[in-house]
């Protein structure tokens, strides 16, 4: 399960970096909430067997 994340969000980030990273930033509240940057957000990425992304979303959160 585990390795599955890791390659999910690796793939992501390599693929559509921009995306991903706006997507992160989106759901740890960093970014405003708006629809303009609602339609980059990846929903693909929020699933909750994505254990590396919600732990990056957590801990943008709490220390950012």
Known sequence: ???QSV???TASMVSQ???TLTTLLY???LLP???DLNRFV???LL???NFLFHFLVR???CFW
């Open 1 to 3: 399960m585990m390795v």
């Open 59 to 61: 801990f943008l959160r």
């Open 42 to 44: 990846q929903h693909e």
């Open 33 to 35: 909430r708006n629809l």
């Open 27 to 29: 759901c740890s509240d």
């Open 47 to 49: 699933v909750p067997q």
């Open 7 to 9: 390659v999910k969000t």
């Open 17 to 19: 970096p921009a995306a």
